[in-house]
């Protein structure tokens, strides 16, 4: 089975290498042309048309729509569309429609794990779709990923990315809130980050972020408009209505993109902090 690509940003970029490398790519396509990238395709159409999946792993919602709208006429039967990128339950639902309508399929398929992750081939898929399917693609996506996840339909898996998002965006507010203190009482980071290694609340967030924070280093792994967008998401969902941090988090996230932040790391929520 041979894959295409849509969307060669922080994350389709490495992947696309990843399946390259294993002889598996069929072609890839971003908005903004990547002419030299390796089996570049001058539209998505002819991304869908030379694979048997295609995934796709771009912003958010209205760029999936805008995708899947141009590669329409080119599903079909024996195509599968392995939806990526971090969305909505409603969006999955009305996606989904659209492809099937085709006769191809549809997995929805949100991911967790940055750009270190992604170059190590440890990102992990929350997977929402027929167990056939997710059978079908376990060895194309284990080239990319650690771990493959069959959480339930597509609506679960988007759900279940936005539910993990949310605890990742609050822990980082929490961790920014709690190394200012430690900063302002005339602690070194070494002291805060020692103690908090040998602490209950010690995480893979925190270790992922020490080394920027502690270099004032906000170069992407995940962008400040990308966990803003999965928080605005996560806000307009029923079911958070009286989730308090989710709506601390979402306005914290939009300060950072008012400060002109939105395409560093989201651990630039620090620097609200002064
Ligand atoms: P990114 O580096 O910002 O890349 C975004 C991609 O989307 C680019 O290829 C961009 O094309 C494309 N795009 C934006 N608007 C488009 C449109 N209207 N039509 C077609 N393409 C469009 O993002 P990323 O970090 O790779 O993340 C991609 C997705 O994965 C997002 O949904 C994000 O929330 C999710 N995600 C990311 C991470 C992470 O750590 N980075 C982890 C989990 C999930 P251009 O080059 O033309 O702008």
Known sequence: MKIGVIGLGIIGGVWARHYENAGVLSGVWNRTPQADFPLWQASPESVASTAHAVQIVVADPPAVREVIERILPAL???????????????????????????????????????????????????????????????????????ARLHVGDHRQAATLKLAMNLNIAAQMQALSEALTLSRRAGLADEVFFGALAKNVGHSGLARLKEPKLRAGDFAPQFSVKHMLKDMRLASRMNGCEDFPVLYTVRDRLAAAERAGWGDEDFSALVKLLG
């Open 76 to 146: 079909g039967p024996g195509k599968v569309v392995v939806q990526s990128s971090t969305i909505d339950p409603q969006s999955s639902d009305a996606f989904r429609a659209l492809v099937l309508a085709t006769g191809a399929r549809y997995l929805e398929a949100p991911f967790t794990g940055s750009k270190p992750a992604a170059e190590q081939r440890q990102s992990v898929f929350y997977l929402g779709g027929e167990a056939g399917l997710v059978a079908e693609l376990e060895s194309l996506l284990a080239l990319v990923s650690q």
